[in-house]
């Protein structure tokens, strides 16, 4: 009952979060992307090249659902926790999520923008991702131009990304994260030693697989992760959505205080 | 002592950008980036405006009509204009880490990337992270259906010239520090040039009839390329405090 209560309460949260209520798409028909006899986007069709030869990531895409966002190991695994990270999960869960950064309007990191399903869009060159998320109107860049993870200046929410192709596959390790950002709204934590690594396979037109790979020998004992999929997003363009809620946010019950009311 | 609140709320107090050499880029002998080389072309022959630009002054972020351009206002934008000059620019969007419009994105002399493709050119910023979307497909502005901040932007070339129309806009943002007002029926024009390697040049045109009597022109400080760094993440936190900056 608590677990539900906690979903329902997130879900109206996440609603005001990160869609506004009178949210419409931009709908214009998605040019050049393949399409069946009666017009509508082929999701099936093969997944494009680039010029150079390269899987294209270009275009839409909003991820299925929302059980990873709230919490990566959906599906039974469970995360490898060191006591000091099992401590703070469980507070965090207790707290019903209060203290996410999002309720300050801060925004997401890396793991809980993917499994968000809100759109956000790749924009691929050669040299690099750009992903922009329609979400607190934030962006990363994943550099494909061959350098390397630098040393760590300022920690960050989003971290320094570096992508590769292995095959098909666009392979991001990421770095440079701050301990503040939560890896899914139950609260998995993240510390400055966190590495992160993606894994993209566009199937086909319409999908992309993700495995989600996170390593860190500080909160974890051993690399954990999930495995989604990304459902291309055709005819539609994001919305500006600014997080503008912040005055209220810190204002949220916790556990306890809502059954005295 | 104004300037002084503002730099506190755009860079961070340890900021250090990310140093790494930009690939690609034209060098003098001593291995310096080439600033007046000839700016480069697309593979499609269009001029490429990729890469790292800073506004070259700040002037226009405090003012638009630093230059002595004549702004015809509208007797409420008037007002409204003097009440914010003289609460020294206190609610503005920014003390809430709202974010920027177009305008005052072009004219803050903080760090702004061009990401082009031949069908988009996405503007990322490192103030906010924020960025914003220019589609250079050819479709039209769509019919507003949501006031944004950044509105709805649309671009194509004229010569070597990027011409990028913007509609959409609410009527919340402020278009310089000083306070000009902006309405949902504002129309933005931006002419960007670049003009050597190192260089963009920006012409701002404002058509906004509810609150000034005609269109107006800005030629703005334009842009000057930062080669061989990188952009930091610059997500504002402060919102907490904002809210307690003393007016006048």
């Not at chain 1, 959906?74 to 950064?101: C, I, N, T, W």
């Not at chain 1, 999002?102 to 790749?122: K, M, N, Q, W």
């Not at chain 2, 390697?197 to 022109?217: E, N, V």
């Amino acid at each position: 009952m608590q677990i539900l209560k906690s979903i329902v309460n997130c879900a109206a949260l996440l609603s005001v979060a990160f869609a506004p209520l009178s949210a419409q798409w931009i709908h214009y028909p998605t040019p050049g992307i393949p399409r069946t006899a009666d017009g509508k986007p082929n999701l099936s069709a093969p997944a494009p090249k680039t010029a150079d030869g390269k899987p294209d990531l270009s275009g839409v895409w909003t991820a299925q659902g929302t059980k990873y966002f709230f919490n990566l190991t959906a599906d039974g695994v469970e995360a490898p926790f060191l006591p000091s990270a099992a401590a703070l999960y469980k507070q965090r869960l207790a707290q019903l999520q209060k203290g996410h950064p999002s309720e300050r309007c801060i925004g997401h990191g890396v793991t809980d923008y993917a499994t968000l399903p809100a759109p956000r869009r790749f924009i691929q060159t050669p040299q690099m991702i750009a992903v922009l998320y329609e979400s607190y109107n934030h962006y990363r860049q994943i550099f494909l131009d061959g350098r390397s993870l630098p040393k760590l200046t300022q920690p960050a929410y989003m971290g320094y990304s570096v992508g590769h192709w292995d095959g098909d596959t666009l392979v991001v390790d990421s770095s440079g994260f701050d301990d503040k950002g939560w890896l899914d709204m139950n609260g998995h934590p993240q510390t400055e030693t966190t590495h992160i690594t993606e894994r993209y396979h566009r199937r086909d037109f319409g999908h992309m697989d993700l495995q989600l790979i996170i390593e860190d020998p500080n909160a974890y004992a051993k690399p954990w992760g999930v495995n989604l999929v990304l459902d291309y997003f055709a005819d539609e363009d994001m919305i500006e959505n600014l997080c503008e809620n912040e005055r209220d946010y810190s204002h949220l019950v916790v556990k306890g205080k809502e059954e005295s009311k | 002592m104004r300037a002084l609140v503002l730099l506190a709320a755009c860079v961070p107090l340890a900021a250090q950008w990310i140093h790494y050499p930009t690939p690609g880029i034209p060098r003098t002998p001593d291995g310096k980036p080439n600033l007046s080389a000839p700016a480069p072309k697309t593979a499609d022959g269009k001029p490429d405006l990729n890469g790292i630009w800073v506004s070259a002054d700040v002037k226009y972020l405090n003012d638009l009509t630093a230059a002595g351009v004549d702004i015809p206002m509208q007797p409420w934008a008037r007002a409204l204009y003097n009440q914010r000059k003289e609460a020294m620019g206190k609610g503005r969007p920014s003390e809430r880490c709202l974010t920027r419009g177009v305008v005052d994105f072009d004219t803050i002399p903080m760090n702004i990337k061009f990401v082009q493709t031949p069908t988009e050119i996405a503007v990322l910023y490192e103030e906010y992270n924020h960025f914003r979307q220019i589609m250079m497909d050819g479709r039209p502005l769509p019919k507003p259906t949501q006031p944004a901040y950044l509105g709805y932007s649309v671009g194509h070339w004229e010569g070597d010239t990027l011409v990028v129309d913007t509609t959409g806009f609410n009527d919340l943002d402020w278009l310089d520090n000083n306070g000009h007002p902006q309405t949902e029926s504002m129309h933005v024009t931006e002419r960007f040039h670049r003009r050597d390697f190192g260089h963009m040049d920006l012409k701002i045109t404002i058509d906004d009839q509810k609150a000034y009597t005609k269109p107006w022109t800005v030629t703005v400080a334009g842009f000057n390329l930062l080669p061989d760094e990188e952009l930091i993440e610059n997500i504002c936190e402060n919102e907490k405090d904002y809210t307690h900056l003393v007016g006048k």
